[in-house]
């Protein structure tokens, strides 16, 4: 089964089952397969895009208008088609997004060069938002990553309450920072591929 026919069964099971969905997603290019695919109605004809709310793992802390805002991305390619319907919620600190029911039903991840995935970055391996004992947050980071600037981030243990955990790795480069992560400790992926809270699906592009 596709990775894009695993997203819209969970999120039609989660709203027979509870009458709603959630599908959290990140920026970057890793999912933008996924977007098309849903944006073009694949797979798409048993869920109710009007009872899923989608939300952001992660952010770059400028205007929502922004060519480096996650925000703009998903209104310009997943927010079209029948996934219109959807209610979308940008992620802020005290937000709305702190008050949707978790689990999730469907994360998306991907992985950066440097082995960071959300906004967790090789700077914050050993910080409370890696640890999986530490309590579910959403949190603000200072300046990371490409783009250089500030992020705001679902740590680890808010990502792993989902009940489905998919990470995108993209390419032959990324591939290898994942088989490194095995064994490297120094690499924020190495802490969710590792952990045993939840198991996570690992789909190469």
Not at 119 to 138: C, H, K, Y
Request: net charge positive.
């Amino acid at each position: 089964m596709s990775v894009v026919n695993q997203i819209t069964a969970a999120l039609a099971a989660g709203i027979a089952q509870r009458g709603s969905a959630s599908f959290v997603v990140p920026g970057g290019s890793s999912p933008a397969f996924i977007f098309k695919a849903l944006a073009n109605g694949e797979y798409s004809s048993d869920v109710d895009w009007a009872r899923v709310t989608i939300t952001l793992v992660d952010d770059r802390q400028v205007r929502g208008n922004h060519n480096d805002s996650n925000r703009k991305l998903i209104r310009t390619q997943l927010l079209r088609g029948p996934v219109v319907a959807a209610k979308f919620l940008p992620l802020t600190i005290a937000g709305p997004v702190t008050k949707m029911d978790r689990p999730f039903d469907v994360m998306l991840l991907g992985i950066g060069l440097d082995g960071h995935f959300a906004s967790l970055f090789p700077s914050m391996v050993g910080d409370a938002a890696m640890n999986v004992d530490t309590a579910p947050a959403i949190i603000q980071t200072g300046p990371e990553g490409d783009p250089l600037c500030p992020r705001i981030s679902m740590n680890l243990p808010m990502i792993l309450q989902s009940r489905l955990v998919f990470l995108l790795v993209k390419g032959a480069a990324k591939q290898e920072i994942l088989r490194a992560a095995q064994t490297d400790q120094s690499l924020p992926v190495h802490h969710l591929i590792t952990q045993t809270v939840k198991s996570v699906q690992i789909v190469t592009q």
